[in-house]
Antibody
């Protein structure tokens, strides 16, 4: 069974950084790209970027360049997203999502709620 | 960026009804259109990919069609468990973008 298990909720202060993890199981980690999606409260979904676990190659939404950095640890089949210089606008639920052979997200993590507040 | 315009933004229908949600892309996305269902308090779930292909386990009352810039999601014989917000998403080019969502309620 494919599973994407994300790290827990985060409460961080403005200006800080946070690193969210997405530990995968049930499939070969290097055979699928991993993506991250933001959902602000009550709003739609925004694609942040994606990473190819096999070689670490990344693609980012221009809106999130400089804000988000995607990495992977192949040894533990885990993907990471670091967000820096956090503001209240970064408060949201962040999902990791696997892309299958097409251009859609077939499995999603449970979401990590990030709250940026002093 | 490719803009995805979804309509309606909300919809109220009766059990057993057939409903249609549309998604219009600001430029040609060929067949690279997916639909997701997000129930209240839950994660998005893939319903349809590549315009019309049903994801594993998705009931056959869901169907998708279209090409180019215009796409539709049809839900026939509406069930109580279909209460959710539905999103379209294009995968033609980066950045992949989503529609604004259609909130479906039961009358």
């Amino acid at each position: 069974e494919v599973q994407l298990q994300q790290s827990g909720p985060e409460l961080v202060k403005p200006g800080a950084s946070v690193k969210i993890s997405c530990k995968t199981s049930g499939y070969t980690f290097t055979e699928y790209t991993m993506h991250w999606v933001k959902q602000s409260h009550g709003k739609s979904l925004e694609w942040i970027g994606g990473i190819i676990p096999n070689n670490g190659g990344t693609s980012y939404n221009q809106k999130f360049k400089g804000k988000a950095t995607l990495t992977v640890d192949k040894s533990s089949s885990t993907a990471y997203m670091e967000l820096r210089s956090l503001t209240s606008e970064d408060s949201a639920v962040y999902y990791c999502a696997r892309a299958d052979g097409y251009t859609d997200f077939d499995y999603w993590g449970q979401g990590t709620t990030l709250t940026v507040s002093s | 960026d490719i803009q995805m315009n979804q309509s309606p933004s909300s919809l109220s229908a009766s059990l057993g009804d057939t409903i249609t949600i549309t998604c219009h892309a600001s430029q040609n996305i060929n067949v690279w259109l997916s639909w997701y269902q997000q129930k209240p308090g839950n994660i998005p779930k893939l319903l349809i990919y590549k315009t019309s292909k049903l994801h594993t386990g998705v009931p056959s009352r869901f169907s998708g069609s279209g090409s180019g810039t215009g796409f539709t999601l049809i839900i026939s014989s509406l069930q109580p468990e279909d209460i959710a917000t539905y999103y379209c998403q294009q995968g033609q080019s980066y950045p992949w973008t989503f529609g604004g969502g259609t909130k479906l309620e039961i009358k």
